[in-house]
């Protein structure tokens, strides 16, 4: 009888936890990442383009202002100033695109990284391993997705620390009772 009622409790345990929704968001971020690096890759070749470009125009303007005379190098030296302000602007826009591309690479290693962990858990091997109360099960759950509760000292909670990742920032949430649970699920899922 006790195999049956564990069995049934992995069952329905296994079946509350919907992983397809999570997986279908994960494909989801991977295809958004891939199309944003397609379109940094082309504003970054643009740019570039357009660098090349004014490096020339600044080399040509040069030559011709050594040409011409003394009026007119005011106005190529202001042109030379004018393009060169435009090139290291240009520069800039290139580097924090870059920058930009080398966050969503790393978001994106690290998302398929926990990914493939998610894919390789053995639920039924952690499940069977050790029976655990399920007040632990559920704080290693909000654990794993930045939340930690704080004990009040009389069996409750007084303190919810939810950690962004995205951010890196902590934020603390007191757990007065003015604060329906709607209010503080919502504050949670925002600062996540």
Do not use: C
Request: hydrophobic fraction near 40%; charged fraction near 25%.
């Amino acid at each position: 009888m006790p195999s049956d009622s564990v069995q049934s409790l992995l069952s329905s345990t296994i079946s509350n936890f919907q992983i397809a929704p999570d997986v279908q968001a994960i494909s989801r971020i991977n295809d958004h990442i891939r199309i944003l690096k397609s379109a940094r890759d082309w504003e970054r070749d643009q740019m570039l383009d357009i660098l090349r470009s004014l490096s020339r125009r600044l080399e040509l303007a040069k030559t011709a202002a050594t040409v011409h005379s003394a009026p007119t190098r005011r106005s190529h030296t202001e042109k030379i100033l004018e393009l060169d302000r435009q090139k290291f602007s240009l520069a800039k826009t290139i580097n924090e695109l870059e920058s930009a591309y080398h966050s969503s690479e790393s978001t994106l290693a690290r998302l398929n990284e926990e990914l493939e962990r998610v894919k390789n858990e053995d639920v039924m091997a952690e499940a069977s391993g050790a029976q655990q109360d399920p007040t632990i099960l559920l704080l290693k759950i909000y654990r794993s997705l930045g939340i930690s509760l704080e004990d009040d000292g009389m069996g409750g909670y007084g303190r919810v620390l939810v950690r962004s990742h995205q951010n890196n920032d902590i934020h603390v949430l007191s757990m007065d009772k003015e604060y329906s649970n709607f209010f503080i699920a919502n504050y949670i899922w925002d600062m996540m």
